[in-house]
T-cell receptor, first 113, second 114 residues
Framework: KAGVTQTPRYLIKTRGQQVTLSCSPI?????VSWYQQTPGQGLQFLFE???????NKGNFPGRFSGRQFSNSRSEMNVSTLELGDSALYLC????????????FGSGTRLTVV | GENVEQHPSTLSVQEGDSAVIKCTYS??????FPWYKQELGKGPQLIID?????GEKKDQRIAVTLNKTAKHFSLHITETQPEDSAVYFC?????????????FGKGITLSVRP
């Protein structure tokens, strides 16, 4: 069974640009969550999508947005990038059948210069 | 909201010894407590989890205990091996059909000395 796939693995962007990250969940998982991981703040919740609807949102500015498609694939977008947005962005999928345990992807390493 | 604290931030043990990592949580409504292991360059991997209706759970060399009254839970690794060296995260959530948001601790770096 394929795991959670995140693309791309690495990105380098310039301040002020925007970026889109992609996540393909495990087949059959309808819930997709996004986390930002930094050395200082650890794993911080961005948002969760279920059946194309955002049902939870963390404390991030509106520059961070996301969406989920009918096939459960999800994207997150960060506009007007700042240096502080440099982080590992992790996507995780889960399902009622999995007991709500998250399966994480390997993440997208975003560097803003 | 939920707050999960994890102490200490680093732990070093000799190969073959046991390691215990403790976490506390703040929301008494939390009912799901997973532990994740993260190796360099990889995403966190679920290694064991426990629900609030269970006090202890074991899986080979790994066990987790939960004390709902004190609102803390612990990860126990016996007979540690060098490949156990990684960052370990605890988390808590109110798992339900409408929510699966996890709140994570800051993580602990476990080093197993050969």
């Amino acid at each position: 069974k394929a795991g959670v796939t995140q693309t791309p693995r690495y990105l380098i962007k310039t301040r002020g640009q925007q970026v889109t990250l992609s996540c393909s969940p495990i087949s059959g998982h309808r819930s997709v969550s996004w986390y930002q991981q930094t050395p200082g703040q650890g794993l911080q919740f961005l948002f969760e999508y279920f059946s194309e609807t955002q049902r939870n949102k963390g404390n991030f500015p509106g520059r961070f947005s996301g969406r989920q498609f009918s096939n459960s694939r999800s994207e997150m977008n960060v506009s007007t990038l700042e240096l502080g947005d440099s982080a590992l962005y992790l996507c995780a999928s889960s399902s009622r059948a999995s007991g709500y345990g998250y399966t994480f992807g390997s993440g997208t390493r975003l560097t803003v210069v | 909201g939920e707050n999960v604290e994890q102490h200490p931030s680093t732990l070093s043990v000799q190969e073959g010894d046991s390691a215990v990592i403790k976490c506390t949580y703040s929301d008494s409504a939390s009912n799901y407590f997973p532990w994740y292991k993260q190796e360099l360059g990889k995403g966190p991997q679920l290694i064991i989890d426990i629900r609030s209706n269970v006090g202890e759970k074991k899986d080979q060399r790994i066990a987790v205990t939960l004390n709902k009254t004190a609102k803390h839970f612990s990860l126990h690794i016996t007979e540690t091996q060098p490949e156990d060296s990684a960052v370990y995260f605890c988390a808590a959530s109110i798992a339900s059909g409408a929510n699966s948001k996890l709140t994570f601790g800051k993580g602990i770096t476990l080093s197993v000395r050969p």
